[in-house]
Nanobody, 125 residues
């Protein structure tokens, strides 16, 4: 089992920045990829970004490229999502996820095995 704890959500003005953190615990040796997803009210959960656990490869949704950055701190065993230039249409619950799959940088919800509880991001216009 892998436990994921997110933090860093909150209220920010449009154009502002937030950094989300995710600290996996448990059987992390089996983790191959980490991802961030978001879900707005009434909408499906959507892919935001992913990072390959043993390397530096990353993937982003087109809607967040050039504004969001996913990274990993080996010493702290933590994954981050730096979000810059937040838009009024981007408030959602942001979820951290861990995958055991062999697929590199998966983008589908069903490719991830464990999920955090989510952290709320609110963007005011």
């Amino acid at each position: 089992q892998v436990q994921l704890v997110e933090s860093g959500g909150g209220l920010v003005q449009a154009g502002g920045s937030l950094r989300l953190s995710c600290a996996p615990a448990g059987r992390t040796s089996r983790v191959t990829n980490m991802g961030w997803f978001r879900q707005a009210p009434g909408k499906e959960r959507e892919f935001v970004a992913a990072i390959y656990w043993s390397g530096r490869s990353t993937r982003y949704a087109d809607s967040v490229k050039e504004r969001f950055t996913i990274s990993r701190d080996n010493a702290k065993n933590t994954v981050y999502l730096q979000m810059n230039g937040l838009k009024p249409e981007e408030p959602a619950v942001y979820y951290c996820a861990a995958a055991f799959a062999g697929v590199m940088l998966p983008v589908r919800v069903e490719d991830y095995d464990y999920w955090g509880q989510g952290t709320q991001v609110t963007v005011s216009s």
